[in-house]
């Protein structure tokens, strides 16, 4: 996973394909790793149109990034 990619929040990696997960583009490393020294994402939700941080595990690659 790293910037560039489009991808779509699913919790805990469960396969929801319900269609309406929220879909965004990982624009940066966050600069603080999580409790369990995993790197989290700064994520562009399209929809909200905002920038925020979230673990890896929430987040499923679509596409990737050239």
């Known amino acids: 996973m790293k ?3 489009l ?3 699913n919790y ?3 396969k929801m394909n319900t269609g ?3 879909i965004g583009l990982i624009v940066s490393d966050y600069w603080q790793k999580g409790e369990d020294g ?3 994402k700064n994520v562009f939700w ?3 149109q905002w920038v925020r941080p979230i673990h890896p595990q929430h987040l499923e690659v ?3 990034s050239r």
Do not use: H, L, T
Request: proline share 5%; net charge negative; hydrophobic share 40%.
């Open 7 to 9: 991808v779509r929040w």
């Open 38 to 40: 995993a790197v989290y």
């Open 20 to 22: 309406d997960e929220p």
């Open 46 to 48: 399209m929809k909200k």
């Open 62 to 64: 679509i596409c990737e």
């Open 3 to 5: 910037a560039g990619d």
């Open 12 to 14: 805990f990696g469960q």
